[in-house]
């Protein structure tokens, strides 16, 4: 069983909010942990020679998939620059790199589980979505790995809980993100529009005010199911009151056709009806739906922290977005309780034929993900400790008002399905997606969530 109680999600957050805090003002102490600064650069000359092995004419082929398919996406460019660098460093591995966007690849996994033939690197989610493959005994325990080089002391506090099952660590993340929406300060200006709005009823009204000046008011990549899904649990997380809600379903004490539920569904619907969306939303991956944005041609966003180095990169947004936290709806919810995202992880195949120069060239990629990260302004929001000052690397304001916004969290709710079992997460997922595509009654849409429920327990 994953060790995922809200207790240790809360913890998690603040302990990276912590990290993140003091690296952002410019201190390399981090409250005194004597292993803070290992997951960086301190760490980068280390992983050469710990990798190093007697030399070997046997030709490795290691497939690494991955979730980096966007060439402007800085993560891309650093996970291609750490490759280059092995297979300099060791000249009979070769990595091949399966670069898929988020549902593709989690749909191919599904394919090829199903086949027992898992990619010698993978990409999973924690908690309930990895339980399956975990349960299959699709993965390779990585507790040995993590322990060369002090490489588990290179992640914050907690995150690798979500990704643990029976004692044994099974994935490595690559982020501990919030949900927050970032926001093109011209276009808002260009609309008459002075802040940022600071309740969903407002959201709404700037929404219907830059349609009229003939402004796209959000973006969003809707053909990738997860994107709407996250969106609308923040939604969720307001009308609930708080945190808790698909706890509560499991445990019987509340059902999806409960009034916060369809409250939810109607605000969501209220946004899209309002002219929220670009046309031909359900066409858009995320990739193509966050480009939108970055191309200065949405006004808002809403996402994981971890799209900042990509907007962070973007010449179309320099010096133009601003970011704020989700609003109350309908005066409910609090804004400091944020959508929690560890993120997507590193699993390594039970079966691969190259297990041990798998688990080497994972442990160098880790170690190395931190630094790199930091030096293509894409390590807002990682799951490992980052050695540098972000201010004096030329991080921008925009990207200092998100690392601020980890000081504020006071917990929240993971996705829906990195909650929920998948029958019942696939159900969540095209049902939200169809009402992007038309209307529906809200209380059709919550029995319809309870009947995929009642029909996976």
Same mark, same amino acid.
Request: hydrophobic residues 40%; glycine residues 8%; contains cysteine.
């Given at each position: ?20 805090? $003091?690296? *952002?003002?410019?201190?390399? @102490? &981090?409250? !005194?942990?004597?292993?803070? /600064? ?5 760490? =980068? #000359? ?122 044994? $660590?099974? *994935?490595?993340?690559?982020? @501990? &993100?919030? !949900?927050?929406?970032?926001? /093109? ?5 260009? =609309? #008459? ?265």
């Amino acid at each position: 069983m994953a060790k995922m109680n809200m207790k240790s999600v809360l913890g998690l957050v603040l302990a990276g909010s912590l990290a993140i805090s $003091l690296t *952002a003002c410019g201190s390399n @102490n &981090n409250n !005194g942990d004597k292993n803070a /600064n290992s997951g960086a650069s301190n760490n =980068a #000359g280390a992983t050469n020679a710990a990798t190093e092995k007697p030399a070997s004419n046997e030709k490795v082929t290691i497939t690494f998939q991955n979730i980096y398919p966007d060439p402007t996406d800085p993560k891309n460019g650093m996970m291609k620059k750490i490759v280059k660098q092995y297979e300099t460093d060791h000249p009979n591995v070769k990595i091949e790199l399966d670069s898929l966007n988020t549902d593709q690849q989690k749909q191919k996994l599904k394919t090829q589980a199903a086949s027992h033939e898992v990619p010698d690197i993978t990409i999973v989610n924690p908690a309930a979505q990895m339980q399956p493959y975990v349960d299959a005994k699709l993965f390779a325990p990585l507790n040995d790995m993590v322990e060369q080089n002090g490489l588990k002391d290179t992640f914050q506090d907690g995150v690798l809980d979500f990704y643990t099952f029976d004692n044994n $660590l099974y *994935a490595l993340p690559d982020g @501990n &993100n919030i !949900g927050v929406v970032y926001y /093109n300060k011209d276009l808002f200006q260009q =609309a #008459g529009i002075a802040n940022p709005p600071t309740t969903f009823e407002e959201m709404i009204a700037d929404v219907k005010t830059l349609k009229a000046k003939g402004i796209q008011p959000m973006a969003i990549g809707e053909k990738d199911t997860w994107t709407g899904s996250f969106l609308f649990m923040n939604i969720l997380l307001r009308t609930n009151g708080g945190p808790g809600f698909l706890s509560d379903v499991v445990a019987g004490k509340k059902t999806f056709e409960d009034p916060a539920f369809v409250e939810a569904v109607d605000a969501m619907q209220n946004l899209i009806q309002a002219g929220a969306f670009q046309e031909g939303v359900t066409s858009f991956d995320y990739n193509a739906g966050e480009n939108i944005f970055k191309t200065g041609k949405a006004a808002m966003y809403y996402m994981g922290s971890w799209a900042t180095g990509g907007i962070e990169t973007s010449e179309a947004l320099k010096d133009k977005v601003g970011v704020f936290k989700f609003p109350t709806v309908n005066g409910k919810g609090d804004p400091n309780q944020f959508m929690l995202a560890p993120g997507s992880a590193f699993a390594i195949s039970a079966d691969s034929k190259h297990l041990q120069e798998t688990k080497d060239f994972l442990n160098y990629f880790m170690l190395n993900f931190p630094k790199e990260a930091f030096a293509v302004k894409g390590a807002v929001g990682l799951a490992q400790k980052v050695d540098g000052d972000f201010k004096a690397a030329g991080y921008s304001d925009m990207a200092i008002s998100v690392l601020d916004l980890f000081k504020d969290v006071k917990g929240g709710d993971l996705s829906f399905d990195n909650t929920m079992n998948p029958g019942t997460s696939q159900g969540h997922l095209t049902s939200i997606q169809n009402i992007f595509v038309q209307k529906k009654d809200s209380a059709e849409v919550a029995k319809e969530h309870q009947t995929a429920f009642e029909s996976n327990k």
